[in-house]
């Protein structure tokens, strides 16, 4: 039951995860499985580290290895039964499998420094190294959109949608180009789509699979217990 005095609550699978002071930095305690995880506080995880969080509406979020993002938001309106779950990564990886929404406006954003994903009902990886931000379609479909560097606007009508199996990278580059062309995420998406994709070293590529393969079959579990749920 979703009310709105449900706060998300950690489970420590592998040491160590810290929440951290927004402004200072300063460390404010390592997390223990079963802690609830304080809106607007950094969390991050540090090499080797594997946490789960879980939210009052069914989802989770993964951290697999090094991360740094805050959870912007997380409200319920009780009138209208709109959920609200707002993300930033800063660097590092987060998976997100999130259930069917209550409301048709119920909404789950992951927000990077370049780009912004926003879901009705999926489940989707965000990267952040060096800048750039990678986002991994799993199941249904994510909209991607890129924010302006300067007025850090959302810049909606440039937004592109990604899929199972897609990938969409973007960097300041990118940011740039979409300014000329509003279509140019779009046409990066549909050019993976031919083949025609960036190669990436077989080192990073390996990497990505596995943390994306391991929170997929996690993602399938949660999958067979709601469809056994269904089925009573």
């Known amino acids: 039951i979703i009310s709105s005095e449900s706060r998300p609550w950690i489970e420590v699978v592998k040491p160590a ?22 809106v607007g506080r950094t969390i991050e995880g540090k090499d080797g580290a594997l946490a789960n969080i879980y939210f009052p509406d069914g989802a989770v979020v993964r951290i697999p290895g090094a991360s740094k993002f805050v959870i912007e938001e997380v409200s319920f309106d ?6 609200t779950t707002r993300i930033s990564l800063a660097a590092g990886r987060l998976w997100n499998k999130i259930l069917e929404l209550a409301t048709p406006d119920s909404l789950w954003e992951v927000r990077t420094a370049n780009a912004v994903a926003t879901v009705r009902g999926t489940a989707f990886g965000v990267e952040v190294v060096n800048g750039t931000s990678k986002f991994i379609g799993s199941e ?10 300067k007025t850090k606007k959302v810049i909606k009508e440039a937004a592109a949608f990604i899929a199972n199996g897609n990938k969409l990278e973007i960097a300041a580059a990118d940011i740039i180009e979409v300014q000329k062309n509003t279509r140019a995420l779009a046409m990066k998406v549909e050019g993976q789509a031919r083949g025609a994709a960036a190669a990436v070293s077989a080192v990073a590529a390996k990497a990505t699979e596995d943390w994306v393969r391991n929170a997929e079959a996690a993602d399938g579990k949660i999958n067979q217990r709601v469809a056994e749920l269904q089925e009573l």
């Open 17 to 38: 995860v810290f929440e951290l002071d927004s402004r200072s930095g300063q460390i404010l305690r390592e997390f223990k499985t079963g802690d609830e995880v304080e």
């Open 140 to 149: 249904h479909k994510v909209e991607v959109a890129p924010i302006d560097a």
């Open 78 to 83: 009780a009138k209208t039964e709109k959920v």
